[in-house]
């Protein structure tokens, strides 16, 4: 479909292992937006690109959490060292510059034992 | 700080009642709302915004700087309307701000 696609859906990795999230956008978006939702709560921001470069990574907790875009198009969210608290949600969203509807993927579920 | 707050984590009407599902907000500056919505096994969509005064899938929702409110609402409930449900504040003209979500539980 034309839809934003995340790889994995589903992760499960081991405390202090390195982890990668891919978000492809729907064609065209220029803006792409990582959040994170943790259960019971609402999606967090984490960071935000327009075209290859990162806008705004104010939301990244800490510096264990990279993302690239290298093209403009595919991210990858990066986290090294994962601990049991950054299980959670990482959402993917994308939107035409300037638009303010943001157009979610169906999240890549990381689960860190 | 830039916050919102949805009261409610669960709401459970029966159907064809009313139904209205809170929000406030926290912003100084002239604020841009939205409610998003994510039904079982789907992904988070876009319900509403407040610019557009828009009516979607019977929903409404007035901006009250007021009492900075933009509560959702809809006159009869529908069982498919069952959902999730996030107001949102736009941060620095681009980030998201969203609040932990209302479920919404429509009973027959």
């Known amino acids: 479909g034309a839809g934003v696609s995340q790889t994995p859906s589903n992760k499960v990795t081991e405390k202090g292992k390195y982890v990668e999230l891919r978000c492809d956008p729907i064609?065209?978006?220029?803006?792409l937006y990582w959040y994170r939702q943790s259960l019971g709560q609402g999606p967090e921001f984490l960071i935000y690109?327009?075209?290859?470069?990162?806008?705004?990574d104010s939301g990244l907790p800490n510096d264990r959490f990279f993302a690239v875009r290298p093209e403009g198009s595919v991210s990858t969210l990066k986290i090294q060292r994962t601990e049991r608290g950054d299980s959670a949600v990482y959402l993917c969203?994308?939107?035409?510059?300037?638009?303010?509807?943001?157009?979610f993927g169906e999240g890549s579920r990381l689960t860190v034992l | 700080a830039q916050r919102v707050t949805q009261p409610e984590k669960l709401l459970s009407v029966f159907k064809g009642a009313p139904v209205e599902l809170k929000c406030n907000y926290s912003?100084?500056?002239?604020?841009?709302l939205f409610w998003y919505v994510q039904y079982s096994r789907q992904r988070l969509q876009l319900l509403l915004r407040?610019?557009s005064r828009e009516s979607i899938k019977g929903f409404t929702a007035d901006l009250n700087k007021g009492e900075t409110s933009f509560h959702l609402k809809k006159p009869f409930a529908q069982e498919e309307d069952s959902a999730m449900y996030y107001c949102?504040?736009?941060?620095?003209?681009?980030?998201?701000?969203f609040g932990k979500g209302t479920s919404l539980l429509v009973t027959p």
């Open positions: 969203a994308s939107s035409l510059q300037g638009n303010r509807e943001l157009f």
């Open positions: 064609s065209g978006h220029t803006a």
């Open positions: 690109f327009q075209g290859t470069g990162a806008a705004d």
């Open positions: 912003y100084s500056g002239s604020p841009e």
């Open positions: 407040h610019i």
């Open positions: 949102a504040l736009l941060n620095s003209g681009y980030a998201l701000n």
